[in-house]
């Protein structure tokens, strides 16, 4: 559909078209438009025009016509789902056995992944990332345990059956803590005392876990080795220089069942 762009004459209604209809807003006089801004949507593969008359356009409504659509465009077009819903293409689980993702995940309705816990190991995505914006939702469905996101995981040493990596702790009463595996390193010093493993930088706010059974959420930023992490919008902590900046994401699996959902990452570079 080719957008369009409509006055209504002297009563001063000026549209706008796109694919989903019609937006309008009230203008004082002309009927004259312009076309002052092209917003695009790559991931939709549409564009949003925005239109305005040259004279008697209220400011406020100009405004609002221009921010409705960079939001539309930046909602819809940017984040992308890690898991696409159907299967698990894209993830490894790596858990000391030659077992499929299968094996200790499951696809349920409503785009949840339920996993049971076992064996210890991860999944991780078959891709790289380095700079980008991770949102994670989990929830424990029985009783809470042990769990997390690991982030730059990269080939190297391995601490048991853990890649060298950056674990964000979704541990039940521990959810935002950092611990740096298997010879990851950043720049802060830990907060778990020296000689003491694992290595630990907990968490900075109080505790922002919600009860079990509850949908908690982790919004993870890393950008060229600043990580910072915040649960269920507090933010919890940071680490700078960290090393490796970038690689495979994954999940844990330390003996609870836990489900996810809403996995999505938006790529910042």
């Not at 984040?79 to 790596?94: I, K, P, T, V």
Request: aromatic residues 8%; charged residues 20%.
């Amino acid at each position: 559909m080719r957008p369009s762009l409509v006055s209504s004459g002297p009563g001063r209604v000026l549209a706008f078209g796109t694919p989903s209809g019609h937006k309008a807003c009230t203008v004082a006089e002309s009927a004259r438009a312009d076309i002052i801004g092209v917003v695009s949507n790559r991931a939709m593969n549409k564009r949003f025009f925005i239109g305005m008359t040259m004279a008697g356009y209220r400011e406020s409504c100009k405004r609002a016509v221009l921010a409705a659509a960079l939001l539309l465009a930046a909602a819809a077009g940017q984040a992308e789902e890690l898991f696409n819903g159907r299967d698990f293409q894209g993830w490894d689980l790596l858990a000391g056995k030659d077992m499929p993702p299968e094996g200790a995940f499951t696809m349920l309705a409503g785009g949840v992944i339920a996993s049971t816990g076992q064996p210890s190991g991860f999944l991780a995505t078959l891709a790289s990332y380095r700079n980008y914006r991770l949102h994670v939702e989990w929830r424990w469905p029985g009783k809470p345990g042990n769990g997390g996101v690991l982030l730059h995981i990269s080939p190297g040493p391995m601490d048991r059956v853990w890649p060298l990596s950056l674990q964000v702790q979704t541990k039940h009463g521990s959810a935002g803590d950092l611990l740096p595996m298997a010879g990851y390193a950043f720049a802060e010093p830990p907060t778990s005392a020296p000689g003491a493993q694992p290595v630990i930088k907990a968490h900075t706010a109080p505790d922002s876990e919600l009860p079990a059974g509850e949908w908690n959420s982790a919004d993870i930023v890393s950008r060229d080795g600043v990580v910072e992490v915040s649960v269920n919008g507090v933010p919890q902590n940071r680490i700078s220089h960290g090393k490796p900046d970038q690689g495979r994401i994954g999940f844990q699996l330390e003996g609870a069942p836990y489900e996810l959902r809403n996995v999505r990452l938006e790529k910042l570079d």
